[in-house]
């Protein structure tokens, strides 16, 4: 007897979910706000530490690559 295996067309009805870039300022902003409270417990720590680096890592690489515009008569910070 010889078992014959159909194809599926595979139907995702999920929502699609996308997070902004602000979406990840505010994740970042909240880590830190919670970290600086003492929200975490210390075996959290490294974990949390972990999250907030990558995000951030992100977050300071979109903003060097996506300088903000100068308004007319602003100068540009000094560094």
């Known amino acids: 007897m010889t078992d014959k295996i159909q194809d599926a067309e595979v139907v995702d ?25 003492g929200i ?20 300071e690489d979109f903003i060097k690559k996506n300088p903000q515009p100068q308004a007319e008569g602003e100068s540009a910070p000094a560094a």
């Open 13 to 37: 009805d999920s929502p699609s979910i996308q997070i902004s870039m602000n979406d990840l300022m505010v994740m970042r902003a909240v880590l830190d706000t919670a970290t600086t409270a």
């Open 40 to 59: 975490f417990k210390a075996a959290d720590m490294s974990t949390v530490g972990g999250v907030f680096d990558k995000v951030n890592a992100i977050v």
